[in-house]
């Protein structure tokens, strides 16, 4: 049994919120502090779930690691040869463990990592990532639950990827930047969070040219030097609080985020009739009537981003007219739309579309969340419905939202977290 939340229907939310590092970015950067033998440091690290669990793999890698929660700091101490098997115990909790395979098979030319648990958005294969490896000379396989991966030594080699998938594209970088010559990445993923880390592997010593761009070139050097590096902002946590503003008419300043990484997502907002103003670090979300139907469709980096598609159904639901809502990166994403209908959503599945009729209002009913975003945007829906809303398996957001009760409280929301022993708590 997981703790619940009760969402009381009603407010506009308005205020200012400071979002902390991404969740995306700061554990491929923790993974990749494996890369250099001695002190690591990372700033802006979020109050999440999934970090105590990174350190947990870490930790059994060999590596020294404190997390001063307060402050948002993780200093990673890591050995000349840390170990190269990741067990299953934490690795299977959350799908990014599986980042370590690259930063392990370059130091130690052999990793053994249990393969992440499925996942209620898909079934997310590894093709790709041991593919990549193997065009750089490792040989993979599947092992008791392990992807084992073994390379006497690495070479660079041209890749090209079928999609630019985020994670194969951070293991092959972080394989290639320790590998003997030059590795061309073409079709690599753009994301901001890949651009967070290939800039600390350059601080690192790192040759990568191309940074932000769909092909990398990575020039293979022999070691790298840990530094001190922080974390860019959550644009994911960012988007949710520019969408929770414009479900509930509300005014929310956001701070903490680099808004040129959520060009689209606030130009849809525009379109669903939100006032939207930008500066270098920050953005202000106001949104007066009833937002209007807006067709999503998500796709890689720089489009609409899959991660924030529930927020977009979620808007969709209460938006004035019919809206349609494409998935095109995660085939089993829609899975959570059952519990917004619960909530009285007028949408229905057809493939990879989803099809919204707006209605004024949604009922509370109680709901389940399937992932963290899917839970986040089950928030958002609570938000406007007539009643209390209880969403169950909150520790789904906890692995992605820093102190979503207390940030939400801060903006005016009505939520409290209950736990098992059922007392109410902020
Ligand atoms: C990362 C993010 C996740 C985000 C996603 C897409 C983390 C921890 N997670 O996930 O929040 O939703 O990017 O922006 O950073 N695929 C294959 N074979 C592979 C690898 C991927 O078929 O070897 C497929 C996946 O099943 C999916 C698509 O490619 O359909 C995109 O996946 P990918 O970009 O790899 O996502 P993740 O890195 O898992």
């Avoid at 308005?14 to 990749?32: D, F, Q, T, W, Y």
């Avoid at 990174?54 to 890698?61: A, P």
């Avoid at 392990?146 to 690495?154: P, S, T």
């Avoid at 680099?258 to 949104?287: C, H, I």
Wanted: negative net charge.
């Amino acid at each position: 049994m997981s703790d619940r939340f009760l969402v009381t229907g009603g407010a506009r939310l308005a205020g200012e919120i400071a979002v902390a590092g991404a969740k995306n970015s700061v554990l491929k950067l923790m993974a990749a502090a494996l890369l250099a033998e001695g002190t690591t440091v990372l700033e802006n690290c979020p109050r999440i779930q999934d970090v105590p669990l990174m350190i947990e793999v870490l930790r059994g890698l060999g590596c020294e690691v404190t997390w001063e929660e307060n402050v948002g700091r993780i200093t990673i101490t890591t050995p000349a040869e840390p170990n190269y098997h990741a067990d299953f115990e934490a690795v299977r909790q959350f799908r990014a463990s599986v980042c370590v395979l690259g930063p392990l098979i370059a130091r130690r030319g052999k990793a053994i990592v249990a393969i992440p648990g499925g996942d209620a958005i898909g079934s997310r294969p590894l093709d790709m990532h041991q593919s990549g490896l193997e065009t750089l000379g490792a040989e993979t396989s599947i092992s008791h639950g392990c992807l084992v991966a073994e390379a006497e030594h690495l070479k660079g080699a041209h890749i090209k990827l079928a999609f630019p998938s985020v994670g194969a594209t951070e293991n092959i970088v972080t394989a290639a930047v320790l590998s003997e010559g030059t590795t061309i990445l073409e079709n690599a993923a753009c994301e901001p969070e890949i651009v967070d880390l290939c800039t600390m592997l350059q601080q690192m010593g790192a040759k990568i040219e191309g940074v932000g761009q769909s092909v990398l070139t990575v020039h293979g050097v022999e070691k790298l030097n840990p530094i001190s590096h922080r974390v860019i902002g959550d644009r994911v946590v960012a988007a949710t609080w520019a969408f929770a503003a414009a479900m509930t008419r509300g005014d929310i300043t956001v701070t903490g985020i680099n808004p040129d990484y959520l060009t689209v997502v606030l130009m849809k907002l525009q379109s669903a009739g939100a006032d939207v103003d930008t500066w270098e670090d920050g953005f202000r979300v106001r949104q007066e009537s009833r937002p209007v139907a807006t067709n999503f469709q998500t796709l890689p980096y720089p489009g609409f981003p899959t991660d924030l598609q529930p927020m977009a159904i979620g808007l969709a639901a209460i938006a004035e007219g019919e809206s349609m809502v494409t998935e095109n990166v995660f085939e089993a994403r829609f899975r959570f739309v059952e519990e917004m209908v619960r909530l009285g959503a007028d949408a229905y599945i057809d493939g990879h579309h989803a099809v919204i009729r707006g209605v004024e209002k949604l009922s509370s009913a109680p709901v389940w969340a399937s992932d963290i975003r899917a839970g986040a945007g089950l928030v958002l829906a609570a938000l406007l419905t007539d009643g209390v809303t209880e969403i169950h398996d909150v520790y789904h957001i906890d692995r992605g939202y820093p102190d979503m009760v207390a940030q939400l409280q801060s903006l005016g929301g009505e939520i409290s977290r209950v736990s098992d022993e059922t007392s109410a708590s902020s």
